[in-house]
C-alpha cells in the first residue's frame, strides 16, 4: 500500500517553544491530507483538513494561529505547534489520501509530542 | 449530530472468533472503514465497506447495513498479535471520516 512517512516520531520540547511535525507522502500525490491528534484511550479527533496550495480548514475547538498548517505541495504537509504548553501533550498523526474521498486514508506513523 | 458507537472494550480467546460491532450515525453515508490501532502506533487499514454485505479477507470480515447504520468486524482463528484496539469510522456526505471511540481487543491464552 501507499506510504505516508511523518517525522520526527516522537520529540520532547520545552514549554514555549515551538515544534514541527512534517508528513510525506512518499508514492502518491495527497491532494488532501489531515491532522489528528490522539489522547490516551481516546479515539481520534480531526484537528484540520489541509488541500494542497490553500488554506487548511480548521475543526472547531482548533486554535489556527497556535497549531500552524501548511501544504505547500503534493507530498508534503507540516504541522507546527507554536508556543507549546505542556496540555499540548499528546500523539499527532497524519493521514493523507489521493484525492478520491472513497479511497482509505493512508497514515503516518504518528508523532509523540511531550511538552515539558 | 454525527455519532459512531462501539464497545469500549472486548475479550476474547486465543484461538477463538470474535465480532466487534459498530452503529453510525452521519449527515450522508459514503462508505464505512475498519482500522486496527496497536498501542502507540498509527491506525493501518482492514477493510472499507460501502454496500450491504459480507466482505472477507483472510482470518478478518467485515459487514455493512446500510439501512440499519450498522457494521461489525469478525476476526477469526484470533491469534495474541491481535490484541489493539479496533476503530470504525464512516465517511459522511464530504467525505469526512466521522471516528468511533475505538474497542480495545483484549486475547488471552
Known amino acids: 500500500g501507499a506510504v505516508v512517512s511523518q517525522h520526527p516520531s516522537w520529540v520532547i520540547c520545552k514549554s514555549g517553544t515551538s515544534v514541527k511535525i512534517e508528513c510525506r507522502s512518499l508514492?502518491?500525490?495527497?491532494?488532501?491530507m489531515f491532522w489528528y491528534r490522539q489522547f490516551p484511550k481516546q479515539s481520534l479527533m480531526l484537528m484540520a483538513t489541509s488541500n494542497e496550495g490553500s488554506k487548511a480548514t480548521y475543526e472547531q475547538g482548533v486554535e489556527k494561529d497556535k497549531f500552524l498548517i501548511n501544504h505547500a505541495s503534493l507530498t508534503l504537509s507540516t504541522l507546527t505547534v507554536t508556543s507549546a504548553h505542556p496540555e499540548d501533550s499528546s500523539f499527532y498523526i497524519c493521514?493523507?489520501?489521493?484525492?478520491?474521498?472513497?479511497?482509505?486514508?493512508?497514515f503516518g506513523q504518528g508523532t509523540r509530542l511531550t511538552v515539558v | 449530530g454525527q455519532n459512531i458507537d462501539q464497545p469500549t472494550e472486548m475479550t476474547a480467546t486465543e484461538g477463538a472468533i470474535v465480532q466487534i460491532n459498530c452503529t453510525y450515525q452521519?449527515?450522508?453515508?459514503?462508505?464505512l472503514f475498519w482500522y486496527q490501532q496497536h498501542a502507540g502506533e498509527a491506525p493501518t487499514f482492514l477493510s472499507y465497506?460501502?454496500l450491504d454485505g459480507l466482505e472477507e479477507k483472510g482470518r478478518f470480515s467485515s459487514f455493512l447495513s446500510r439501512s440499519k447504520g450498522y457494521s461489525y468486524l469478525l476476526l477469526k482463528e484470533l491469534q495474541m498479535k491481535d490484541s489493539a484496539s479496533y476503530l470504525c469510522a464512516a465517511t459522511d456526505s464530504n467525505y469526512q471520516l466521522i471516528w468511533g471511540a475505538g474497542t480495545k481487543l483484549i486475547i488471552k491464552p
Open positions: 465497506n460501502v
Open positions: 452521519t449527515s450522508g453515508f459514503n462508505g
Open positions: 493521514s493523507a489520501r489521493d484525492g478520491r474521498g472513497d479511497t482509505e486514508a493512508f
Open positions: 508514492d502518491f500525490q495527497a491532494t488532501t
